[in-house]
């Protein structure tokens, strides 16, 4: 059963989500500027409803966690399973956020484990969780692994096992940004840059290959270089990054979930409000009760 504080952590990393989807400009990712356009396979609106959906399986992930009290392979393969279990109930909400899914999963419930810990803590904690292997997980490759193995790239497993360094790169850039007096929409967006110039991003290898991951990591080097986004020369840099990844239809979404875990991490220690989280998680229930009876609708059409 889960408590307050499994709901609280599991609303925290929502909005973490739901955070990162709203700053703009985001070179080649969804933005609230894509509302409705549906320049990138799925518009910002339908990417906000379906957040929510993650809601209650990130709930059941602390609320494990909390039970089992140590980073075991039991709990990892029960991660995997709620993982699973909520991707289906995502995609029937809507879809998309599967990489964010992975890193908020691991750090909610590490969170969940260890309720002071803060920082490289907590990343440090997400990684002793992964490093044991999920024996229940299928075993046909997923598209992240086969780019992984194909270009020898750490993917997101490596990214997890090595304990999120670009989640605390992305800590460090926020810190730096916000000393400097960055505004914190500035700040982010620094640090998502920060994110994109090193990550070997399995989504652009897929895509656009080694080349096309070069162009993009050397893009985001160039907004650093040229002062960031808070300097006039940072911010036509950014934006003619944009415009060229929104043209190529390159998509750097790996770096977009590791900000949104950067950011729940960030959020912590989560306050726990009886009355906000009742609310809120009521209308992410609401999101799976209609994920739900959707999969309902979809299985007697079926049958029909």
């Given at each position: 059963m889960s408590s307050p504080e499994d709901q609280a952590l599991a609303l925290a990393a929502v909005d973490a989500l739901t955070g990162q989807l709203a700053l703009a400009p985001k070179p080649g990712l969804p933005d609230p500027r894509d509302l409705g356009a549906r320049r990138i396979r799925k518009d910002h609106g339908s990417l906000r409803w379906s957040a929510r959906a993650l809601a209650p399986g990130l709930t059941a992930m602390?609320?494990?966690?909390?039970?089992?009290?140590?980073?075991?392979?039991?709990?990892?393969?029960?991660?995997?399973?709620?993982?699973?279990?909520?991707?289906?109930?995502?995609?029937?909400?809507?879809?998309?956020?599967?990489?964010?899914?992975?890193?908020?999963?691991?750090?909610?419930?590490?969170?969940?484990?260890?309720?002071?810990?803060?920082?490289?803590?907590?990343?440090?904690?997400?990684?002793?969780?992964?490093?044991?292997?999920?024996?229940?997980?299928?075993?046909?490759?997923?598209?992240?692994?086969?780019?992984s193995a194909k270009y020898g790239a750490a993917g997101a497993r490596g990214e997890a096992r090595a304990g999120f360094p670009h989640v605390r790169r992305a800590l460090d850039a926020l810190a730096t940004a916000r000393t400097a007096g960055a505004g914190e929409t500035e700040a982010r967006l620094d640090a998502l840059l920060t994110v994109m110039s090193t990550l070997q991003d399995t989504e652009l290898l897929h895509t656009a290959g080694p080349a096309g991951l070069r162009h993009v990591q050397a893009g985001a080097r160039g907004v650093l270089e040229a002062g960031g986004t808070t300097t006039d020369t940072g911010r036509e840099a950014l934006l003619a990054l944009d415009a060229d990844l929104h043209a190529r239809a390159w998509s750097p979404r790996g770096s977009a979930g590791l900000l949104a875990g950067a950011l729940f991490v960030d959020a912590l220690p989560v306050a726990v409000s009886a009355r906000g989280v009742s609310a809120r998680a009521a209308s992410a229930r609401g999101v799976s009760a209609r994920a739900a009876s959707a999969r309902g609708v979809s299985a007697r059409a079926r049958a029909a």
């Amino acid at each position: 059963m889960s408590s307050p504080e499994d709901q609280a952590l599991a609303l925290a990393a929502v909005d973490a989500l739901t955070g990162q989807l709203a700053l703009a400009p985001k070179p080649g990712l969804p933005d609230p500027r894509d509302l409705g356009a549906r320049r990138i396979r799925k518009d910002h609106g339908s990417l906000r409803w379906s957040a929510r959906a993650l809601a209650p399986g990130l709930t059941a992930m602390a609320a494990a966690a909390r039970r089992t009290g140590e980073p075991t392979p039991r709990l990892r393969a029960e991660l995997g399973a709620i993982g699973r279990s909520t991707e289906h109930s995502v995609d029937l909400a809507g879809g998309g956020h599967r990489g964010a899914l992975w890193t908020l999963g691991l750090l909610v419930a590490a969170a969940a484990l260890d309720p002071a810990a803060r920082g490289t803590d907590v990343t440090t904690t997400a990684k002793k969780i992964a490093a044991h292997p999920d024996k229940r997980a299928p075993r046909r490759a997923s598209r992240g692994s086969s780019v992984s193995a194909k270009y020898g790239a750490a993917g997101a497993r490596g990214e997890a096992r090595a304990g999120f360094p670009h989640v605390r790169r992305a800590l460090d850039a926020l810190a730096t940004a916000r000393t400097a007096g960055a505004g914190e929409t500035e700040a982010r967006l620094d640090a998502l840059l920060t994110v994109m110039s090193t990550l070997q991003d399995t989504e652009l290898l897929h895509t656009a290959g080694p080349a096309g991951l070069r162009h993009v990591q050397a893009g985001a080097r160039g907004v650093l270089e040229a002062g960031g986004t808070t300097t006039d020369t940072g911010r036509e840099a950014l934006l003619a990054l944009d415009a060229d990844l929104h043209a190529r239809a390159w998509s750097p979404r790996g770096s977009a979930g590791l900000l949104a875990g950067a950011l729940f991490v960030d959020a912590l220690p989560v306050a726990v409000s009886a009355r906000g989280v009742s609310a809120r998680a009521a209308s992410a229930r609401g999101v799976s009760a209609r994920a739900a009876s959707a999969r309902g609708v979809s299985a007697r059409a079926r049958a029909a």
